[in-house]
């Protein structure tokens, strides 16, 4: 019966191949005397085993980071996760768990692995992911002279890094009479002293965050 369902059998009861269906068979046992004692096997089965989420490719930005759980399905039910081909700075548990900060720009192809602790049954799904650069906003944080009255109408901040397009906020600009378009571009005139902050996001969601003082 272990031909039906893909395997043999040596005669020293060493199994061989790789389990093509479900089945019943029957083992024997028989010493040099004749005597045999005959046991009977059924092989159900516990299911595909299949890993989740399915693969995908994902788009980050270094420094943004990783999370989340990878699940198994199918087989008994207690499993352990093993990588290979996993980003810099990314790394998951024995149990699942994914940790970490993308660390360097390119694009990677990981295979996550899970295997059944009690049969030894394994599942996989491979991953790709597109990792942009770290985002830069310029200038930098700082204090800077600049005198009440000034025009700031077309000054301009710089983004680079990240996956395009790329989105300027600020918060606080008001405050000294002054605005900042998407496109990180100063509108107004000063009318006082203050701080404000302006933020650099990509479209994959990252962002940096810089300090300015005008005094």
Known sequence: GLAAIGLTMNTSGVLSGTTTGVGSFTITVTDTNGR???????????????????????????????????????????????????????????????????SSAGTYTGTITATDTSTGQTGTAVYTWIVAPALSLSPGSGTYTVAIGTNMAGVSFTGSGGRAPLYFSQSGMGAIGLSLNSSGVFSGTTTGHGTFSVTLTDSNGATVTQTYTYS
């Open 36 to 102: 045999a004692v005959t046991n009977s096997y059924t092989y159900t089965s516990t299911g595909a085993l299949t890993v989740s989420p399915s693969g995908n490719t994902y788009n980050l930005t270094v420094g943004q980071v990783a999370g989340g759980t990878f699940t198994a399905t199918g087989g008994s039910g207690s499993y352990t996760y093993s990588t290979s081909g996993w980003p810099a700075g990314v790394n998951v548990s024995a149990g699942g768990v994914q940790s970490g900060a993308f």
